[in-house]
């Protein structure tokens, strides 16, 4: 009889309302290169978190590391474009999909605030 072997993979399943705002983001021009599109994003240390989506970095198999968690370099900028905010960061752009419920929005507030004061 064959051994029973589990595999634990570190990303998840995009959720129906996750998945209609990163298509209808991955859809929209920008005016510079998107290195992913975040959803569930949350703002921690002037970093953003969240689930990436369309990553342009691959894995040693050249897969793109959808769904898996994603950290981005300390934030220079952000704006909004069209109905999405964008993110400027030391490694790359980001937009924001969606924000993490509860603690999301609030959290990129308080970075714009900050952001204000200077």
């Not at 419920?101 to 605030?113: M, P, V």
């Amino acid at each position: 009889m064959p051994e029973v072997i589990e595999l634990d993979f570190h990303s998840k399943d995009f959720s129906d309302f996750q998945l209609s705002r990163l298509v209808r983001a991955s859809l929209r021009k920008y005016t510079m290169p998107i290195r992913a599109f975040v959803s569930d994003a949350l703002i921690a240390d002037d970093t953003c978190l969240g689930d990436s989506f369309d990553h342009s970095e691959r894995d040693d198999a050249y897969h793109r590391a959808d769904g898996s968690i994603l950290r981005t370099g300390k934030i220079q900028s952000a704006r909004k474009e069209g109905r999405f905010w964008l993110l400027e960061t030391q490694d790359g752009n980001y937009v924001i999909a969606s924000f993490k419920r509860d603690l999301g929005r609030a959290s990129f507030l308080k970075l714009l605030e900050s952001a204000d004061r200077f």
